[in-house]
């Protein structure tokens, strides 16, 4: 064994510093529901500064131990409160034009003062997105450390917090091959604390988690309670429906409670988003949400919302944002959903590549539209690696975990245009039977690749899947069209097909003549051809071309993409329609 040298100084040695935190990894396990809960925001202004090379973790920082033993002062590096002000939430991008390309760790701080309110009360940070992995420190020590830049996670700070608490969170933004994602993708890598920060209060004994819906195969007259107690082994919980008629005595066990209860709710649908106001209780702490209830099933080669048979009219949207990067806001999602339903007349968007805002799928339950949700297992991720399918699955699991009481959500994605390789197999098939054990209320599905030699679609994850998305970009990215008719004419799926993808890049204002790349009039041609072969094929059940807005993107710098995917029917300035958007709009009236 070596020994350490004499001249060995921890601080500037040491080189797996990163590894003492990886015990203190939370996931979908402590992350805890806040539908209903009356939470504290530490939004607002934090200290920042940028740390590539990790002095936080490596020169533990985070101690802020500022005198030695002998009581005598230290040349410290830092000053967290004099480091430059920035916003939470927000992308470091967007909110400093330093940092626009920035992709390493920054280091966020702030203070927050705390009083209790009841005796034996719990307290909770909560986190809603963090991009990508978050080091959170409070008062000089570790308290968690997440992988995932688009889900939320909870960490219990009950016995840690004080009066006055200094918080440090360091937030690597890093690409990495064994990350989901990993380093190769088509769309822009914010960073930074994006989402709200939380304080949640809640007694000793709270309610958990909880999944309300109407039980599958009931004929729409039964809703289907399960829900989970921390703290409390056995009791007694409230479940009420005032609406309804309902309130009923749920008795749990080991910490967990499940209920069947004869319902006929009216049924939620993209035409009418019919949502109940929802509680549940136990002494002292309750959960509220407004839900609404809705059978999503595939049959066949159909697709069928409350039995009946759906053409899945939808589109692509990627969170991000010319101004906001990542970050979003309830505005911009009402002007989404808006324009779908009633300018393009759709009733499905794929939220690609990545959990969006839990805002999303709570205005799309009210506004009315159908949701594909998705985790970032894209292209070529490590799927070979047990610690990477461990990150993915945690993922799904906080997603599902947060979303799934949201009608709008019906088909949970697990990937997009991955090999189709022994590995990734395995790897997909685990996320697949994961989404299918942990709810049979909702499709599971993943945007497949056509096999281009066989001329067909043909992917062995098909047969783990209840819907099978294709990207084809015929007449594009494949400039011969004509294979499009034979791909599907080859195939012959026995599930419900839905064109996850289809698309044609286009500067807006950029006029030419239909076979002038990037011309908004090539793009509209090809739109015109595919709908029409899509709209004619038997098996095609829905289509969601790529994409509703252009998006930043790190590998799109020829002169009419400017650092931009131009596949959008409309601008990035989310205002400028293209000729196309009229012709998807024009099919989905007809269809
Ligand atoms: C795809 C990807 C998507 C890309 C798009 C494109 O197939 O799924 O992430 O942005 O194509 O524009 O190439």
Redesign the pocket.
């Known amino acids: 064994m070596s020994t350490k040298p004499g001249n060995f100084n921890p601080e500037i040695h040491v080189t797996d510093y990163r590894k003492e935190f990886e015990a203190k990894r939370v996931g979908r396990d402590c992350l805890i529901s806040i539908d209903g809960r009356a939470t504290e925001s530490l939004n607002g202004k934090w200290n920042f500064y940028a740390d590539p090379i990790e002095y936080l973790l490596r020169g533990a920082w985070y101690k802020e131990s500022r005198y030695d033993a002998e009581g005598r002062e230290k040349p410290c590096d830092y000053d967290f409160e004099e480091m430059d002000e920035i916003c939470v939430p927000s992308c470091w991008n967007m909110a400093r034009p330093d940092l626009f390309l920035y992709e390493n760790m920054g280091v966020y701080f702030r203070t927050f003062k705390y009083k209790k309110h009841e005796k034996g009360e719990r307290l909770f940070l909560h986190f809603e997105g963090v991009a990508y992995r978050a080091y959170v420190f409070l008062n000089g020590e570790c308290i968690a450390m997440h992988d995932g830049a688009s889900t939320p996670f909870s960490v219990e700070i009950t016995d840690k917090v004080k009066d006055v608490n200094r918080i440090l969170i360091g937030v690597d933004a890093k690409r990495e091959d064994e990350r989901v994602p990993m380093t190769n ?3 822009f890598n914010y960073g930074g604390i994006y989402r709200d920060v939380l304080v949640v209060r809640t007694p000793s004994a709270f309610l958990s988690d909880w999944f309300v819906r109407l039980a599958p195969g009931s004929s729409y007259s039964e809703i289907a309670l399960d829900f989970s107690v921390d703290g409390k082994d056995s009791g007694e919980a409230e479940f009420t429906i005032d609406e309804l008629g309902i309130k009923e005595k749920v008795s749990f066990k080991g910490g967990k409670g499940s209920a069947v209860i004869k319902a006929k709710p009216e049924l939620w649908s993209p035409e009418n988003p019919k949502l109940y106001d929802v509680s549940l209780s136990i002494d002292g702490d309750r959960l509220s949400d407004r839900i609404g209830f809705r059978e999503f099933r595939v049959e066949g080669n159909r697709i069928l919302l409350n039995g009946k048979e759906r053409f899945m009219k939808g589109i692509c949207v990627h969170e991000d944002h010319i101004d906001l990067g990542k970050s979003t806001n309830e505005s911009v999602i009402r002007d989404t959903i808006r324009t779908v339903k009633e300018e393009l007349n759709g009733v499905f968007i794929r939220l ?2 990545y959990p969006h805002s839990r805002l999303f799928s709570k205005i799309a339950d009210e506004m009315g539209v159908m949701l594909w949700e998705e985790i970032p297992v ?2 070529s991720i490590a799927f070979n690696n047990e610690k990477t399918y461990q990150d993915a699955e945690n993922q799904l699991g906080e997603l599902m975990k947060r979303d799934k009481n949201r009608a709008s959500v019906v088909i949970w994605s697990v990937g ?2 991955n090999p189709d390789t022994d590995e990734r197999f395995t790897f997909m098939s685990n996320l697949a039977s994961y989404a299918k054990g942990n709810d049979p209320t909702r499709a599971v599905g993943a ?1 497949c690749l056509v096999d281009e030699v066989g001329e067909k679609i043909d992917d062995r994850l098909a047969e783990k899947l209840d819907i099978i998305g294709i ?1 084809e ?1 015929y007449g594009w ?1 494949n400039p011969d069209f004509s294979k499009l008719g034979r791909v599907l004419k080859n195939s012959n799926p026995s599930k419900p097909v839905i064109i996850t ?1 289809v ?1 044609a ?1 286009a500067r807006a204002g950029n006029h030419g003549t239909s076979d002038m790349l990037w011309s908004e009039e090539f793009q509209e041609a090809l739109y015109k051809k595919q709908v029409k072969e899509i709209g004619a094929c038997p098996f095609i059940n829905g289509v969601s071309p ?2 509703l807005y252009d998006f930043r ?1 790190q590998r799109r710098y020829n002169r009419y993409q400017q650092g931009f ?1 131009r ?1 959008g029917l409309i601008d990035s300035d989310r205002k400028t329609k293209k000729l196309a958007f009229k012709v998807l709009s024009d099919f989905y009236k007809t269809k």
């Open positions: 993708t088509d769309w690609a590549h894209y292209w997009n245009e945007a990207n970009y990215y993808e698309g890049g790529w994409i993107a995917n596949k």
